[in-house]
């Protein structure tokens, strides 16, 4: 689900908080070394999102956050703001040249700069709680 998050508005914080849960707390937050992604350089996105891109040759930004059930994904578009709420049920991580995020039949690919390099730490911190959340539901076979 992609919501215009240029301006705040209370239905959009209650459709997030229910889809993947409110944000850490401060103090959460600090324990975990921080829940936010810096803004990395977007290379590709899916047809059906090239909407949110900027149409003039600007770079084209997004960042992360994570949340307890999934992330928020924040693209820049000049002066809109659009956010991709992604639980972490849907969520598809590539490592490929830089990392693909793939969901609800959609996908965003940053590109290896050294934007993204600096965020690595941040990726195997969302890799972990991808993990741990869907060890929740594991079946026995």
């Keep these: 689900m992609i919501l215009n998050s240029t301006y ?3 239905e959009h914080k209650h459709i997030i908080a229910d889809l993947i849960g409110k944000p850490y ?3 959460e937050a600090l324990k975990m070394g921080g829940v936010g992604s810096k803004r990395m350089i977007i290379e590709q996105l899916s047809p059906n999102m ?3 891109l900027n149409v003039v040759s600007d770079i084209n930004y997004a960042n992360i956050e994570m949340r307890p059930n999934g992330i928020l994904i924040y693209i820049n578009k000049g002066l809109k703001n659009y956010t991709w709420v992604i639980p972490y049920y849907q969520l598809v991580l590539y490592k490929t040249n830089g990392t693909s ?3 609800q039949g959609k996908f965003i690919r940053f590109s290896n700069t050294k ?4 965020n690595a730490t941040f990726f195997k911190k969302l890799m972990n709680a991808k993990i741990k959340h869907d060890e929740q539901y594991s079946f026995q076979f």
Excluded: C, G, P
Excluded at 115 to 118: H, N, Y
């Design 8 to 10: 705040t508005q209370k």
């Design 101 to 103: 995020i793939h969901a």
């Design 115 to 118: 934007t993204f390099k600096e």
């Design 50 to 52: 090239e909407q949110y």
């Design 25 to 27: 707390s401060f103090f």
